[in-house]
């Protein structure tokens, strides 16, 4: 009988510390090695393998890796025929979703992405830039460029680029004409390795403590005590999606309230509660969420 | 009608970190811009202005900015007219009073103020050191020095100088004469901002969260279960002036009782507690407490 | 009458970090000074001195400090004669006991320590291994190395030297040849300093934070809203050992269910926990765990 | 008779390591201390003072300091009566003058000084300022701003801050209306000191060095062996300014020509003396050029 | 008439810093611009451009720019029409050739590249490894890599890759097959750009200076005395195929003898020189030698 | 026959870096590997061990290595019969002596080592402090300290500690009571090795170049063109002991005088050939100076 192990791939570069950071909220703790690319994970039903981004789908859909964690865009550019099993929002930091754009220098006369017709396009997104100049109809050649693309927009007609703040793009005198896709970080399996029991339920767990992590970041868990005569209005300045814990208490004028509720909605939340009489106002941190 | 906007002022330098630092826990993230000194926060109604301590009161006096954090002592060398909103003690690091002390060198003959009549004196903080001499009718030249003051200690007759640990003091050989003014944080307001029901409500909200914040940084949430027989001598052992949330356990001898305890409690009420019979205890970290 | 003073000694290098960690997990802050050795801890019944883990328990021994941090190893070394208050697993990167283990160079002809009879032997550890090497009745000579023992491995016949993941080793192509001794690290005390009731009493709460802190590291908090007929198959979900707390809640139809459990665990139970019918999981962190 | 020693001051901050790296090159050595500002120089007749740039110039004035380095914007704003040794251009990075400009916001109507009347002026440098509009009489206030000018050139009318590149100014969308002083680096002296016949004497043998270390910075020293029938082609091609040494060979039919260059003349002579046919041409770095 | 520029590329990633150095060395300062990739140099008939190494020959073939520093490795990869106007062995460190090799794991039984037919092979430099394949006529299939090739090495049949040191296959437990191109870094140039006299001779004095440069880089100039009588043996002692430059002193019976050697040489001749007889022997560092 | 290899032992530590350097001047490229302590060295006749300074002695006594550098402290220590071939004084910041002294507590009684009758000694250097303390019939315990000693000086009765400019000990707050040995570094050899001819020989040049090295570290090359009429007043302007190079020129009328000199002396010798007519001076650094 074959041993139960998940090849699981997960992404090196800008994606790497976020990822090392997200399993170990999870749950997980990574040993990165100093050299060579094969980190270690404290679960024995685990191996990791440590790709760029832009390969992953592409072993994830051989088969070579069971699941993996990539963006959206190098599903789309290797065309992977692969499950997304989850979306990813990382971090505060890297919650937006990127975009690949199409991009010219200041003081072209390119307005359109028709006014390429005929240009040279630089991008490390091949296909997808093909595909786009393709579906409207527009002839153009699309050369592969090795990264730090935004340069040789002097060097070519336009470029097809990422693009996550527009900093990058201003520091280099460029302008958006167009948006060409945006991306997202997936957690993506393996066709075949879902229908085993035994990975597919390792993923579905992963999956689930990923999620649970991420949700948990930008929550906090908010605890009151409330006269029972206040509770009702307590209970409307809550948002109304939430359904708070209420438990009673020894002294039985009062209950105790716990609610989650996201930071940015804390901040409102916790003066208002305040000035509605909530007395033993506390939040707490929260490692994991499951609604 | 005017856009719903607080013009706030944060102060760069040593308290840069800390303050921004701070408003993340408090539930506002605030992106540092690398060039420039525009920083973003996650709020719409808060637009931002980086500023040294020194100038914020003038610029919040003026009504340049609606609110700032600063310390004391600048508010005093400025004296500028504006409201103190609330008293900031950062941290543990930064939450003693800093002090801006009267120092010659050790082998000076200088024990006294008034030994410096018709001497030279080095300060940054020039309005404030005049006031000392003028009150106590001595008379002195005091001096602007643009900072490393210590080291000029030999080149005039005293400086007037800002320590916290005295380890820089030491490290140049001085000694304290007196001690000139003691400051902390602020977080200071326009009078006129004040009147705007916006700002003023805007404003008290940020002082509940700031406040809230450092509130629950020396603090722990104690959690533990206690057998109803032991109840009494428990809570005699938690510092009397705590009220603890008692709440029924399915058990029906224990109750589980929770209380918030300063950290500095915490670690003689541990072992104290678990001497006194109670089981299951834990300690957890804080966001926010609100008295 | 005596002041109330303890002499508690923390082992400087590679421990340093994680002592000053641990006792801030466990309550109190330590200020590492920049020069000298003479760290401050906010704990006037508190007078701390850094010494190298090697030396500890030889002045915990003479009574020179009253307690002190160090290694199983060096207390062997030093033959010191000392009490153990507590065995302390720091955190999860040094949770595993060190080895002091005989190694020689791949190519060597060595396979048992009987094959190192009439050589020479280089180690920091050098008692230990005399005595190693005497119970086993191989006459061998031993020389003191300090430290980077593992160059001298070509030098002499073999070393006894540290290995933690044998990463070191392999870089220097050495292989084991037998485990010397394991080690961790200990909470020492003198024997006479636990006669006076003050000292016993002090070592003991160190202890008890020490070690409260170091269950909560590796430990998160798991709250979750279980409907009184699925009780009973969630609580068989638990690890047996452990007691949940069960509370009632304002919606007699449910019970919320506090459990602590180890994050190795979580990452399992989380998962079947939601298979299960638990709503509103959350896990949180813990600053301290008392079982 | 007093002692012989000259007291010498050097700047802190950004000219700080560039000074030392200058002195360095002149052939003295210093030792910065870690901690205080009291730095050692390997010359038992100097002792070395760390002050600001700002202050030099009025210690330099008064006589507790015999010297100083600064630059000429300080000397200006501190109205200081002292001599000027020497103008020393550092290094390449720092060898053009720095420019105070008065600069407005991009979106800004002010496009003249003219167009300030009435208005406020935020600078560190308020008297050069002042005299700056007064010259033009064209009524300002001017405020003081201790550093990170930019930031404010929203909050008031103009700034007069200092650029090197311009870089700082772009990245705070901010406008140069005029350039109100330019600034180098000055050797200054105290007048009475240079009646001092070893003080004199030693403030030019400094400025000897450190000018003819500045001079060796940017040159080198080049060589060639040339036939002598060449002798004169080979001569038409150097600088016209420069008398190169001419030395006789072993072999008569040849000279040995050695000369020093700017390294920017040295880019075109090496390829064009090559093709001129001088053989065995070497260039080597210089430590101190005096022409 | 066109303005006198010349369009030169230089090489992002590792070989960027070398280059800037080897400018320095040569004669230019180039000031890398923080963000976007236009650095500046202080010759103003020169246009930088940084790009990949991968990249440079297509630029430089299509006109785009004049000249380009590149390896010979990407050169053929991308097939490039381009005229290679020098050879450029940077430094010491990277003076060796980089060699791409075949390599699979430790423990694959593949041992020639014949082993490999009908596999897959993971690279970066595609081009040249199906040639190299298809010149053994071993059909393979050949899969872009995005760099980080090693770790790939186990989920497909063999890599190609770059190695200098073997230190980062060893890392891998990788084992080369074979050699599939050596390279070394070379200064090409436009066909069209050659036949533009001020292009033309732009070109060929950078690759004078640079040749120069990294000739002057392991040598040294060795001076020293020698007595008439003396003067063959010393002569002899000196290597073969250099010509030292001699010349009289004031001293008739002496000689001054000077001697460009390579520093692998010196170590050995200053000894050999010094047992000879010869005096006042020192040796100095170059900047440039043109042989 | 033998291969020609010389075992040479190199120290770890705070020479480390300071010896790669030494050798680099020298005309040797070491590389340091990474991890393990196996560096290596351009020279295929040359095997290099890494070791601290402390035992480096005792290797090359036993003849596993032939030759090595270490301190003179560390040779007394271990009365280690070698053969000193060479005094290196490493650099300006080293070349120092450094010094082990007798140090008490600022606060202690002892004034002279006699006090110390009875006491405690805790130190790294034990045999040299014991045959100290025995030579002057003093009684005392000497206990081996693991480095950091100063912090023990509290501890035990009296220190005996390394000090280089007395920082650590006025950090500390200790004063010194006498000095026990001064030590410097040395290239040291093992008696055997020297009866090798090839051993000899490989040790001496070694020797030559470190020395030559050193002495070019200090000093300058200094060239001048002179007026005939002038020479003799410039000759007697230079160092005694100096014996310049002079050289007639194409122009009869002037001779160039080269000598080698140290920066201490040229700092005062170019404003004084200045002065003397002296024109045309320029200084350049030197590799090697062998006198």
Known sequence: MAEKILNLGIPTGSLQKATVDLFE??????????????????????????????????????????AGITGYD???????????????????????????????PNESSVTTPEDLRGGIIATELVHVTK?????????????????????????????????????SLRANNLRIVDTVVTSTTRF????QALTNEFKRAK???????????????????????????????????LPAEKSPTISSLADSDYVAVVVIVEDKVERMLVPALKRAGASGIITYPLNKVIH
């Open 25 to 66: 909220k999870a749950g997980f703790h990574i040993t990165e090695s100093q050299r060579g690319y094969v980190p270690e994970i404290d679960d024995d039903e685990i191996v990791l393998t440590c790709l760029r981004a832009q390969e992953m789908s592409r072993y994830v859909a051989d088969g070579v890796l069971d």
């Open 74 to 104: 190098w599903i789309l550019e290797n065309n992977s025929n692969v499950i997304e099993v989850a979306e990813l929002a990382y971090s505060k930091a890297t919650s937006k979703p990127t975009r690949w754009v199409l991009a010219v």
């Open 131 to 167: 595909k786009y100049f393709a579906d409207r109809k527009i002839d153009v050649k699309v050369e592969f460029s090795w990264g730090a693309t935004e340069v040789k927009a002097r060097l070519v007609d336009a470029i097809v680029e990422l693009t996550e703040t527009g900093s």
């Open 188 to 191: 993506i399996a393996n066709r």
């Open 203 to 237: 993923i579905e767990n992963i999956a689930i403590l990923l999620t649970a992590a991420i949700a948990a970041q930008n929550r906090v868990g908010l605890k009151m005590n409330v006269q029972r005569k206040n509770l009702d209005a307590i209970l409307k300045t």
